[in-house]
């Protein structure tokens, strides 16, 4: 099982950013985490930014297929 989150936030240099992060647990009990993608957002978080940034940080990976 991978759980798949996602975050957005703003760097100190109030550059926005969204990015998201594929988390499992090994056999070992080990927590294991990799970042699919992460993408700029240069108008903020709004909401109609945040529609389209998913889609574009999971094709900055390529862990999109089909209609990307």
Do not use: N, Y
């Amino acid at each position: 099982t991978v759980c798949i989150t996602a975050d957005a936030w703003t760097s100190q240099a109030k550059a926005g950013h969204f990015g998201v992060i594929a988390f499992w647990i090994t056999e070992g009990w080990e927590i294991m985490r990799v970042c699919l993608g992460s993408v700029p957002i240069p108008d903020g978080h709004a909401h109609d930014q945040l529609g389209t940034t998913p889609r574009a940080a999971l094709s900055s990976c390529g862990a999109l297929v089909g209609r990307g």
